[in-house]
Structure formats: structure tokens, C-alpha cells
């Protein structure tokens, strides 16, 4: 039995906040806005698992209205929906993912991202594949105003 789900997320960039992506502090004159520490890339993660287990999506089970939240970091809300899957009998057989960000360049993170989101999910980094690309400058991503996120998971039955 194997089921998927999908995840997208987008959050602005403003000054004054560090930017985290894939649980990774990135150096960057911007970082993106939000209630926890914004992490776009596992807020899609999050929905695509959350997705695949017909659990609604993120801000149902993380609302932004909870002060418990406020500043967390998002690998431990991936935890937590982790959790989730894991007791509702689901494994991950495999995630792929891809940042939406202008700049900064992301590919020399992508390999620490990858280690994080894995350990994250109780996973070998061989079933996660994360991806970066830009807009060319188009849209809300190209002006360097947010930074966006997709996600697709596919989940397995265990045994
Ligand atoms: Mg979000």
C-alpha cells in the first residue's frame, strides 16, 4: 500500500530574520518572515507527508496562532508529523523537493539539508532528493520578495 502527497509553501523575505531552508542557516542580508523560523522548504515537506496521510495540512495541526510555536524550529515540526506518519504504520519510500529563491545560490547546502531532512524523517539521504532553482527574475521569487516550496512524497505501508 503506498501513498502520495504533495506540499507547496512560500514565505517573504525581510530583513532582520536569519534564513533557514531545509533546517540549514544560510548567510544571507535577508531571511523569511513568519511564525516559526519560516522554513519553507519543510513547511511543503510537512504538507506533502501530511498530504499522503489524509491529514489536512500544516497550519491544521501547527496553527499560527499557537504561542507554544512562535520561533520553532520547523525540523521539529517535521518530527512531529514523522511521528505521525510512523503511527499511523507509514514509512517514507521517497521525497523530492525543490526550492523556488532567486538568490542565494543554494547548491553548496543542498547536501547538509538533505542530511537533516533525512534524520528528520528516520530516513537514508538516498530517499530524499532536494532541488534549488530560479525564475529567471520572474515573479514573486525572481524580486527577490519570498522564497517558495514544492514537495512530493511518496509513503509505504509498513510491513
Ligand atoms: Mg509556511
Redesign the pocket.
Known sequence: MMRIGCGY???CLVAGRPLILGGVQIEHETGLL?H?D???LL??ICDALLGALGEGD?GRHFPDSDPALKGIS?LLLLERVVALMTGKGYRLGNLDAVIIAQRPRLSPHIPAMRDRIAAACGAIPERINIKATTTEKLGFEGREEGIAAQAVALLCAVG
Open positions: 509553501d512560500a514565505h513568519g516559526s519560516a522554513d519553507v513547511h511543503a500544516i520547523s
